[in-house]
């Protein structure tokens, strides 16, 4: 099965621009989750989705970040307006059910504000 | 606060010598644990989860609930396991809850010929 995919790959934008990433998760899994790691930091949880339903937010750094699934299906993810500390690399993994089975991680998006 | 140490940034060692990645997590309940491992230009990788008690490419882990541990090992480490390695908790409540991995700050393994 092909698994998670990420678009863009990289993304070089300016200060107050907008960037938006997308997800396509692994067919037929429910759970899609973003993470992100800036730099020098851990991996961090930033929401997640069932289906078209946001399951838990609780990790979005502000109201900056727009995350949405319509469809249930592709999520994407909206930076507006970036900001430097925004940097960094932005991972989205996928699941067919919850605990134990684990997560399916997607290769990432590395955005760089300038 | 749910926290997961792993406290060697980098561990490197020779090819056929035995290799322990350590992993400590604070967390109230009984967790799901996890290792995720990203090789080099590849993404990040499922390596165990500890319910399943398997063993992948060598890697064993056993949790010890005493200790909150986690550790990772290889008896005979060869050069393809280089990689950085993660450790990640598993955040779970069902029912409209939560279900996140905590992951720790990760540590790489360089094994040389």
């Known amino acids: 099965e092909a698994g998670v995919t990420q678009f863009p790959s990289h993304s070089v934008i300016e200060k107050g621009q907008t960037v938006t990433l997308r997800c396509d998760p692994i067919s037929g899994h429910d759970n899609l989750y973003w993470y992100r790691r800036v730099m020098g930091k851990e991996i961090k949880f930033l929401l997640h989705?069932?289906?078209?339903?946001?399951?838990?937010e609780s990790g979005m750094p502000n109201n900056r970040f727009l995350a949405e699934r319509t469809g249930g299906t592709y999520s994407t993810l909206k930076v507006q307006p970036a900001e430097l500390e925004d940097s960094g690399v932005y991972f989205c993994a996928s699941s067919r059910a919850l605990g134990a089975y684990g997560q399916f991680f997607g290769p990432g998006t590395r955005l760089t504000v300038l | 606060a749910q926290r997961v140490t792993q406290p060697e940034k980098l561990l490197s060692v020779f090819k056929g010598a035995p290799v322990e990645l350590k992993c400590n997590y604070s967390y109230s309940g009984s967790p799901e644990l996890f290792w995720y491992v990203q090789y080099s230009r590849q993404r990040l990788q499922l390596l165990l989860r500890h319910i399943s008690r398997e063993s992948i490419k060598g890697f064993t882990a056993d949790l010890n609930k005493g200790e909150t541990s986690f550790h990772l090992k290889k008896p005979f480490a060869q050069e393809e396991d280089s990689a950085m390695y993660y450790c990640a908790p598993l955040l779970l409540k069902f029912s409209g809850g939560y279900n996140k991995l905590i992951f720790g700050a990760g540590t790489r393994l360089a094994v040389h010929p």
């Open positions: 989705f069932v289906k078209e339903s946001k399951q838990d």
